[in-house]
């Protein structure tokens, strides 16, 4: 009986296109739909929304207040910008460092290294992120950090916390997941290419700029992407080495509990440059080429 | 042992915003279903209004046996998960023939979402939680005749503001403490009696400065202001009108640029004290002695100013069903084995003035100024702030709390 049915099944999806695609993508496509822009899309409406000033209750009337707040009070324009600029610096922090590490992990070193470099590049995704950002911490520390004792022979002051720390934690932290995408990227470029170009006379390092550049250019897009709009989101390591300053998920973890909407709508402000973000790489074609 | 429950006691007293920290992964998940939560619950805003004197429970406390679900600062109603030895729900359960649940929260905030979403009979809530709650209807008045054990309370936590509203009591005092000003011995000198030393910007310590890191904190600005500028005429430093508050912002704003760091982290505030970056600034008592637990490194003063603190008292909501067991548990709570157990454990003051004599410490009511009343005099406990003015004057607004949140979000973010 089960056995004639479970066949009935298959005949029926063998025969029937549409039921097999819609047997295999219902799960994903709930998960996307549902949890993933449905959240985004109750972050939305409740932006519109606001609270009883008392009791913090949310209220259910369509309000404009939290965004003409956002936008009259020049704070939340200050925190803006300063996210963006970190977010930007430690992206091209993290390119700085990566193009060149994955060049020589992915072209320079024998097949038989990749494999441990590789691995030794991610190992710092294998510790936690707390753990790291408090070693940060110590190590930043204005009067007993390592960089104090590093630097105080040369006469310099260490930065201490605030931005500069942010940044460089930041861009420890989020260095894998530059490095990955750009080195499956060199990894890809058939040899022949670069042969090309040696043999027409080009200096390695001509090479370099106008051969390996420009085809890798799609995947150190796909990490700036990782490391921008991880940056744009982190409210965690400003708050342990960032001294006094605040970055735009600090507001939304600051109100949520008290003013749920405005959290919300604070919370948009990273969803609207992201989605500005991968609009400017859809023009500029870097998306077909991932 | 001592040192393991003292970390505890701040675990509890730092309202785990450290805890949460580490949920952030979670965070990011259960705040999309926050949001729909926040979808499914009623979108109209209830009257605010406290209860009518009717609402009273008449009693007598009897014996129905039930279960009671304790909304709790963490530490305050220990069922021995924290530390076998640290037990006082366990006996309750048996002498009262009452079941026992404890949810523990992290902020004055939580505690009050907790409570108005429900499911909650009982809680220990600060100042600056207990006026939202009592407006915000979600709370019974508590006929203190039917708790014998609250005689024994200090009178100068009876009948306060943030415990009854209108003549009607809304609970029973817990504990206290007084926001200190610390600083590290050495690096201070001569030692601090004012709190000049944080906020005027000619600092000898600027850079090296913390601060708290929460609305409430605008307080301590009005504190400092109270003695500096007294034709601003503050004198409740949770009442303040438009301009009062301006003049505190403007404080904040000046201190800002000596501030090196503000806390909410209890741990992180030790661990830069001990690497020398935070040499002064607003702490608790029990910070101060986890930092003296081996050698004496910091300095906790009360200023001449006076200073904010903590008050927390236990309440009772107003949908409770087992109602016998509410009470007895308010009872049993702030009885002084129960209440020097809990004070000791969490490093604060007990409310009960026999509890002094039965702390495993003898000296504890002295290192927390329990049995002193002038200690208190010029201690702010923690209140919301109201539009109506907590101060009694009726000629001008004061600024609510929801402006004080605003304000203090604006300024930290700019």
Redesign the interface.
């Known amino acids: 009986m089960s056995t004639n049915s479970l066949a009935k099944v298959q005949q029926y999806l063998h025969k029937n296109i549409k039921a097999r695609i819609t047997a295999l993508l219902l799960l994903p496509m709930t998960w996307l739909v549902v949890?993933y822009l449905?959240?985004l899309a109750?972050?939305f409406?409740?932006s519109i929304w606001t609270?009883?000033?008392?009791?913090?209750?949310?209220?259910?009337?369509f309000t404009l207040e939290n965004f003409i707040?956002i936008l009259s009070?020049?704070?939340?324009l200050?925190?803006t910008i300063r996210t963006l600029l970190i977010a930007a610096s430690v992206t091209i922090l993290c390119a700085l460092i990566a193009i060149p590490m994955s060049f020589f992990m992915a072209r320079v070193v024998s097949p038989k290294l990749r494999p441990v470099l590789i691995a030794l590049a991610i190992t710092p995704l294998w510790a936690s992120y707390?753990v790291k950002i408090y070693a940060w911490?110590?190590m930043m520390?204005?009067?007993?950090?390592f960089l104090t004792w590093l630097l105080s022979p040369f006469g310099i002051k260490s930065p201490?916390?605030g931005l500069v720390s942010v940044v460089l934690a930041l861009t420890y932290l989020w260095l894998p997941y530059m490095i990955i995408p750009i080195y499956a990227g060199m990894e890809r470029l058939p040899n022949s290419i670069l042969d090309a170009s040696s043999d027409l006379g080009a200096k390695p390092f001509k090479t370099f700029f106008k051969v390996v550049l420009p085809l890798t250019y799609p995947a150190i897009i796909a990490g700036s992407i990782f490391t921008f709009s991880l940056s744009m989101g982190d409210?965690?390591a400003v708050?342990?080495v960032g001294?006094?300053f605040?970055m735009l998920g600090?507001?939304v973890y600051?109100?949520?509990?008290?003013?749920?909407p405005?959290s919300?709508a604070v919370a948009l402000i990273p969803v609207i440059v992201m989605v500005l973000y991968l609009t400017l790489i859809r023009k500029s074609g870097a998306l077909e080429n991932l | 042992m001592r040192f393991v429950a003292t970390t505890q006691q701040i675990k509890g007293r730092n309202k785990t915003l450290n805890k949460k920290r580490l949920l952030t992964s979670l965070l990011a998940i259960a705040s999309s279903t926050v949001l729909i939560a926040g979808c499914s619950s009623s979108g109209t805003s209830e009257e605010a209004a406290p209860a009518e004197e009717s609402a009273v429970y008449q009693g007598p406390v009897g014996d129905t046996p039930g279960t009671i679900n304790i909304l709790a600062w963490p530490g305050y109603a220990e069922d021995g998960s924290t530390d076998p030895a640290v037990d006082w729900v366990t006996p309750f359960e048996k002498e009262s023939g009452c079941e026992v649940n404890v949810k523990t929260y992290g902020t004055s905030d939580e505690a009050v979402q907790l409570m108005q979403s429900g499911g909650y009979d009982v809680i220990s809530a600060s100042g600056d939680a207990s006026l939202r709650l009592i407006y915000g209807g979600d709370l019974q008045p508590v006929n203190l005749d039917l708790i014998p054990n609250y005689a024994d309370i200090f009178d100068n936590l009876k009948d306060r503001p943030w415990n009854t509203v209108d003549g009607l009591n809304y609970g029973v005092p817990h504990g206290r403490g007084a926001n200190v000003l610390q600083y590290t011995i050495g690096k201070v000198d001569p030692a601090p009696d004012s709190w000049s030393l944080v906020w005027e910007a000619n600092s000898p310590v600027a850079g090296k400065i913390t601060a708290y890191d929460s609305a409430i904190y605008i307080a301590d600005a009005a504190v400092y202001l109270m003695s500096t500028k007294p034709e601003l005429g503050i004198t409740d430093p949770y009442a303040l009108d438009q301009t009062q508050f301006d003049a505190a912002m403007e404080l904040l704003k000046q201190q800002k640029p000596l501030v090196g760091e503000y806390w909410a982290d209890y741990t992180k505030y030790i661990e830069a004290v001990q690497s020398g970056s935070i040499v002064a600034g607003t702490s608790w008592q029990v910070i101060a002695n986890v930092l003296n637990g081996e050698k004496e490194t910091v300095g906790a003063v009360k200023p001449k100013e006076g200073a904010t603190g903590w008050s927390d008292t236990w309440m009772i909501s107003k949908n409770v069903e087992a109602v016998d067991c509410a009470y007895k548990w308010l009872n049993w709570i702030i009885k002084p084995e129960v209440n020097a157990q809990a004070a000791e454990w969490f490093g604060e003051a007990p409310a009960n003035s026999k509890a002094c004599a039965l702390t495993a410490n003898k000296d504890h009511c002295k290192l927390y100024h329990a049995e002193e009343t002038d200690y208190w005099s010029n201690v702010y406990y923690w209140k919301t702030p109201t539009e109506t003015c907590l101060d009694g004057r009726t000629d001008v607004k004061c600024v609510p709390y929801s402006e004080w949140v605003k304000a203090w979000s604006s300024f930290r973010s700019a």
Do not use: C, H, M, W
Request: aromatic letters at 12%.
């Open positions: 949890i449905g959240s109750a972050l409406i409740t609270v009883d000033d008392f009791t913090n209750k949310v209220i259910r009337t707040e009070d020049r704070a939340y200050n925190v707390l911490r110590t520390s204005p009067e007993s950090g201490g916390y409210y965690i708050q342990i001294g006094t605040q600090n507001v600051q109100n949520f509990a008290l003013d749920l405005f919300a």
